[in-house]
Structure formats: structure tokens, C-alpha cells
């Protein structure tokens, strides 16, 4: 079940959002076959540690963050993959692994690939393994403010690139 304070953080700033029940799903991409929806419909939050700060970074499911490419779009120094262990208490309220992109929400700064703005809508974790959350793209975007940029390792076949103008939105962190 997502948590009643997720809920209300994206009614306060009036986020329209539909709630997904599924079967329990650990993985992202367990996700996206429960919900038979490409892996690419779903997006992830993998929790990062700087020096002095954690970041939240949203990719898609079948993706994986490329932490050099992420100090480049941040400049966060000392960036590295946070162990569960180190985060866990950032979200009380949220199963481990069930991080939510929602960094406002938290306290953290988030950073978004480029690659989900092709998207109209994405289906993100909340808190549950059994219950996920469809935003527009546009919505999220709208209130999390997120650092944009190719932050995911190439997939193959792929040149490196944005899908829009990631220099038009500044977050205000």
C-alpha cells in the first residue's frame, strides 16, 4: 500500500495520479510484467551518495545510471551508489527497495533522464511492492523540478541524447 503522506504530498500540489495495484513486485522490470507494460513505461529510483548529500535518479526500468554522467549534470562530487543500509531511514514510511522519486517529498535532489521525457506518462514506485503510481511526465516534472540529463549508460545502438532541452529547466535546490 502507498503511503498516506505520498498521497497527500501529490494532492497538495495537485498532481493528478492513478493508483496501480499489482502482484508483488521487487524489481522495476518485475513491475512492468505485472503490469504488462514495457519496461521502458517504468521508471526507477536509484539512490546515489555525494559527499554530502544524497540524490535520488529516475531512469527507466531496463536502464542503469551512469554515475560519471551524473556529476557531470549535478556536479555532485564523490558520487557513488548508496547502500540500502545508508538510505533505509531517509524513507521511513516506504518499503526498502520501493524508494519513490518524489525528492521534494524527502528532502533530496532528484535528477531525471532525458530519455523519460519521450514519455507521456510513467508508472513510478511509491513506497509499496504491490501498489505503483501513473503521473504524466509533465506533472512530475512540474513539481519535483528535476536536474535533466543523459544519465544512464548508452543503450545499444543508441547515440547519447536528450530528447528535449534539458538547459530550460533549472531546479531550485
Known sequence: MIPQ????????????YERRPHLRAITAQALAQSLHVSGFQV???VILRSEDAFWICVVGAPDTVDVDRVAEVTGAKGL????EAEFADLFPDCEVGAEPPFGRRYGLPV???????????LLFRAGSHEEALELRVADFVGVEAPYLGAIIHDRPGEARRL???SEALQPDY
Open 111 to 121: 535528477v531525471m533522464d532525458g530519455h523519460l521525457g519521450e514519455a507521456e506518462t
Open 80 to 83: 557513488r551508489l548508496a547502500d
Open 163 to 165: 530528447p528535449f532541452d
Open 43 to 45: 521508471a526507477k529510483s
Open 5 to 16: 503522506n505520498i498521497l497527500q504530498y501529490l494532492e497538495r500540489h495537485q498532481v493528478p
